[in-house]
């Protein structure tokens, strides 16, 4: 998908549009919570908590949970053109509010030690995602084992959401902590039939206690709802219409549990795929066709003397790269998608194509110089990616490249997603010597050893 550009002013998409969302499997409270156990709700302004996730903070205070929600920032920048408020005074009518809200969704509790509390940071709004390292600190301090976090959905279309969300993932996911992302504008710019990402996601039904804070919390909004004043430039940012999405019984979460899907699940999960989609990745879409040309362009050398291939699938991209190496080795978890991939290169003898459960099953030949890693390392945890690493750092030859090219929306169900892959390669001292970012892909040529020149 191509990163969304809206202005919140725009007519957008219609409420009822979405009613198919709200239709989707539900969730229950202790599905989303552990018994006992805080609810961390991290967010970049103040009425985002209260939009995408008021009613289950209510819940959760009302069923005896701590709740804190972290503030990013005071939202200063809603107005950037006003000529009546300066951004002080609009942080300082923001805060006030968002103190307001936090009143309201505690108001279900019964016992005051399980009102919602909160922690504000200060951060420049627009600006939350340069700091991230504040950001993961102060979440790091206020979880618990068993702690879920909730955050904007790192697809929302809006900077700062996405940036937030993406911070509270990397943390759930090396913490193991349960995950929930909730939209705001993504309501907004998207359309159900062009954007079906919503599918993976699930509803929570809100009790009418829950629902009534919930509506009390966007009522304490009026500096977003209703005019600043008569000028142009003081219009509400949240429209009526646009509320209109959050006027419901349901909100609407990505869940992503702890001890997500990784190497084990792999082979069961991609053949059940495989079997129930001959080509569930659409290869010959323009989006594959085209990704392929890029990584294929990216490649330096006109020929390689041996190449492996971690997660083939079907063999698009080998048969292309067969065509460039002395030698490919490509390897798949998913023993149906090895058998078509064999089919398909049959004419090429020095393609072996191996089925192979990574990186406990790894292979015994090399030493390569060339690595491809394509949409392939967010299916493992963390600790698998950086065994993964590993094997590959010992069986590369002094100026070989590794290519890491991935998806970078969410995935669902599986703890990493493409920037966590490219972030850990650099960790690990890999030097990027080729990158190509777009808004749906990240695509790098590493060499392993940093002092090497060629590329």
Same mark, same amino acid.
């Given at each position: 998908m191509t990163a969304p550009r809206f202005t919140h002013d725009e007519p957008g998409t219609g409420a009822s549009d979405w009613d198919c969302a709200h239709e989707l499997p539900g969730v229950t409270t202790t599905q989303l919570l552990s018994p006992g156990a805080p609810l961390v709700v991290v967010v970049a302004h103040p009425d985002d908590e209260t939009l995408g996730a008021g009613g289950l903070i209510a819940t959760a205070a009302a069923h005896g949970h701590d709740v804190t929600v972290v503030l990013c920032s005071d939202g200063e920048a809603s107005h950037p053109d006003s000529r009546t408020h300066t951004r002080q005074e609009l942080a300082v009518i923001r805060r006030r509010e968002f103190t307001a809200a936090m009143d309201a969704l505690?108001?279900?509790?019964?016992k005051s030690c399980n009102r919602v509390s909160f922690t504000a940071l200060g951060l420049p709004d627009g600006h939350v995602g340069e700091f991230g390292t504040e950001i993961e600190g102060e979440i790091r301090r206020l979880v618990t084992p068993g702690s879920t976090i909730a955050s904007p959905w790192r697809s929302d279309g809006h &900077?700062?959401?996405?940036?937030?969300?993406?911070?509270?993932a990397a943390v759930a996911a090396e913490l193991e902590l349960t995950l929930l992302e909730f939209p705001i504008w993504y309501w907004h710019w998207a359309q159900p039939v062009a954007d079906p990402r919503w599918r993976s996601m699930r509803t929570f039904r809100l009790d009418p206690s829950a629902a009534g804070a919930k509506r009390l919390a966007m009522a304490a909004y009026p500096s977003q709802t209703t005019p600043l004043s008569a000028a142009t430039e003081d219009a509400p940012v949240l429209t009526e219409q646009f509320l209109q999405h959050f006027h419901r019984d349901t909100e609407v979460f990505l869940r992503t549990e702890p001890g997500s899907l990784g190497a084990p699940q792999a082979r069961e999960t991609f053949n059940s795929l495989f079997n129930s989609d001959p080509d &569930?990745?659409?290869?010959?879409?323009?989006?594959?066709?085209?990704?392929?040309?890029?990584?294929?362009?990216?490649?330096?050398r006109p020929v390689y003397r041996q190449a492996l291939e971690l997660g083939s699938a079907t063999g698009a991209l080998t048969e292309r790269l067969a065509q460039r190496c002395e030698s490919v080795v490509a390897t798949d978890a998913s023993d149906v998608a090895v058998e078509r991939s064999r089919v398909r290169l049959s004419q090429y003898r020095h393609v072996r194509v191996e089925q192979r459960e990574l990186p406990a099953d790894w292979p015994?030949?090399?030493? %390569?110089?060339?690595?491809?890693m394509s949409e392939f390392g967010y299916?493992?945890?963390r600790i698998e990616l950086g065994e993964v690493f590993e094997r590959?750092?010992?069986?590369?030859? &002094?100026?070989?490249?590794?290519?890491?090219?991935?998806?970078?929306?969410?995935?669902?169900?599986?703890?990493?997603?493409? $920037?966590?892959?490219?972030?850990?390669?650099? $960790?690990?001292?890999?030097?990027?010597?080729?990158?190509?970012?777009? *808004?749906? %892909?990240?695509?790098?040529? %590493?060499?392993?050893? *940093?002092?090497?020149?060629s590329i």
């Open positions: 505690g108001s279900t509790s019964r &900077p700062d959401h996405d940036a937030v969300g993406e911070i509270a &569930p990745w659409r290869f010959d879409s323009d989006y594959e066709v085209r990704k392929r040309e890029v990584l294929l362009t990216s490649l330096s015994d030949t090399g030493p %390569f110089d060339l690595v491809i299916y493992l945890t590959i750092e010992a069986c590369v030859t &002094p100026d070989a490249q590794v290519v890491l090219c991935h998806w970078l929306h969410p995935i669902d169900g599986w703890a990493l997603d493409g $920037r966590d892959v490219h972030d850990a390669a650099r $960790r690990r001292g890999w030097t990027a010597r080729v990158t190509h970012h777009e *808004a749906d %892909f990240l695509l790098e040529v %590493f060499t392993l050893n *940093a002092s090497s020149d």
